[in-house]
């Protein structure tokens, strides 16, 4: 419960920081766009718990140079998107590897406790921790995938009866609250049944697969 405490107030603190940096601008914004960073900002959040915000702003950088690339042509010349890609993945693989083995010269105590901190403690059943390989695969999978569906399916939902309910002094979500959201789970899922984001993702086959 403490860590899904942690998240929410992660996720609320990056969404009111954001929306409150939009509402001063004097300019139109594309909300699309602004939601994608606003969920991107979010995950990294999550994804590496309280850590240096210059760090936080690395990730966003390469990932936001990694993303085009990803759903481009396979064409590695330089002035392409998926030249690009490879640059910016290089360059998060070594930001995830370095926090990685900074965390590692921590204690558990003193880690920030975020996923990639859950990632480093898990063992399967014969005890046996995930490499720093896998770790980073899955964090930049979060990252892809999260981004994406996020930003399409960004929603505010007013729930009257849960507000009404709520002491005065109570001014965020609670986790009990978000569960009671009956039709915010259902819009996300069906967003997502109809009209997939990712149609197309290219891969290159590096080594001979037998399948009996």
Do not use: C
Not at 54 to 74: A, D, N, Q, R
Not at 82 to 90: D, G
Not at 141 to 166: D, P, V, Y
Not at 185 to 197: A, G, H, M, Q, W
């Amino acid at each position: 419960m403490v860590g899904q405490f942690s998240t929410i107030r992660h996720i609320e603190d990056v969404v009111i920081t954001s929306l409150e940096e939009l509402a001063t601008m004097n300019r139109p914004i594309k909300f699309f766009n602004e939601m994608k960073t606003i969920a991107l900002n979010v995950i990294a959040k999550v994804s590496l718990g309280s850590t240096q915000d210059s760090i936080l702003w690395s990730m966003v950088k390469y990932y936001t140079e990694l993303s085009p690339g990803i759903l481009s042509m396979p064409i590695n010349i330089p002035g392409f998107a998926f030249h690009r890609a490879l640059k910016a993945k290089k360059q998060l693989v070594k930001l995830t590897k370095d926090e990685l083995d900074e965390r590692r010269r921590k204690t558990v105590a003193e880690r920030k406790k975020g996923m990639m901190d859950l990632l480093m403690e898990v063992e399967n059943e014969i005890g046996e921790k995930l490499e720093d390989e896998h770790i980073i695969d899955l964090l930049l999978l979060i990252l892809f995938s999260g981004r994406e569906t996020a930003a399409h399916t960004a929603m505010w939902e007013e729930q009257q009866a849960i507000i009404k309910r709520r002491p005065s002094s109570q001014k965020s979500l609670t986790l009990t609250e978000i569960k009671e959201i009956e039709y915010l789970p259902k819009v996300i899922d069906e967003s997502l049944r109809r009209n997939y984001f990712a149609f197309a993702i290219y891969r290159k086959v590096v080594a001979d697969v037998n399948i009996n």
